[in-house]
Antibody, heavy 122, light 111 residues
Framework: QVQLVQSGADVKKPGSSVKVSCKAS????????ISWVRQAPGQGLEWMGG????????KFAQKFQGRVKITADDSTNTAYMELSSLTSEDTAVYYC???????????????WGQGTLVTVSS | QSVLTQPPSVSGAPGQRVTISCTGS?????????VHWYQHLPGIAPKLLIY???NRPSGVPDRFSVSRSGTSTSLAITGLQAEDEADYYC???????????FGGGTKLTVL
């Protein structure tokens, strides 16, 4: 079955960067979008961006353009999300999620990682 | 402010029926893009509840259903159970923004 396992919780200083990993198994990694969705405390779900590994061309939410980098390593079936210039407003649980339709950014999120808490604090 | 609008909260007694609306615009739901729904319990990953408007993944009971009209869609939950208490989110694609968008989420309380 599809499984996404994320890296552990992290604490970062304002102005720094964080990199979260998401190791996938149980499906053909290259063919499906891996998106990143975050939930800040008391807030709803927010899509940040996604990448279909075989295309290597990510899509980003306008809010995060220029500040987020999404990559994938198909030799290890692992996706990465790196967010830079962190502020306290970036404190959130970050989820990776696999798309539901092969080769498409337009679909649903079929499976989710367990979430990674990133705390930004001085 | 979310692109898709949901009521912040709904409630119902066990056994009752509740609905959760999700209202979009001409660049997402109104443009015909599929809508998907998720159930989110605190501390665990969101769970896909409905995909491509009306489809339920295996294991999701038929107590969960969806109706759609114009720029809105609604999730209906019949025969409410205590285990249904959770946050519910709708999600679609927005052509103006060029990516996925979520509703603000609705907290369902089972009285």
């Amino acid at each position: 079955q599809v499984q996404l396992v994320q890296s552990g919780a992290d604490v970062k200083k304002p102005g720094s960067s964080v990199k979260v990993s998401c190791k996938a198994s149980g499906y053909t990694f290259n063919r499906y979008d891996i998106s990143w969705v975050r939930q800040a405390p008391g807030q709803g779900l927010e899509w940040m961006g996604g990448l279909i590994p075989i295309s290597a061309t990510p899509k980003f939410a306008q809010k995060f353009q220029g500040r987020v980098k999404i990559t994938a390593d198909d030799s290890t079936n692992t996706a990465y999300m790196e967010l830079s210039s962190l502020t306290s407003e970036d404190t959130a649980v970050y989820y990776c999620a696999r798309g539901g339709v092969s080769g498409s950014h337009l679909g649903w999120f079929h499976s989710w990682g367990q979430g990674t808490l990133v705390t930004v604090s001085s | 402010q979310s692109v898709l609008t949901q009521p912040p909260s709904v409630s119902g007694a066990p056994g009752q029926r509740v609905t959760i609306s999700c209202t979009g615009s001409s660049s997402n739901i109104g443009a015909g893009y599929d809508v998907h729904w998720y159930q989110h319990l605190p501390g665990i990953a969101p769970k896909l509840l409905i995909y491509a408007n009306t489809n339920r993944p295996s294991g999701v009971p038929d107590r969960f259903s969806v109706s759609r009209s114009g720029t809105s869609t609604s999730l209906a939950i019949t025969g409410l159970q205590a285990e249904d208490e959770a946050d519910y989110y709708c999600q679609s694609y927005d052509s103006r923004l060029g990516g996925s968008v979520f509703g603000g989420g609705t907290k369902l309380t089972v009285l």
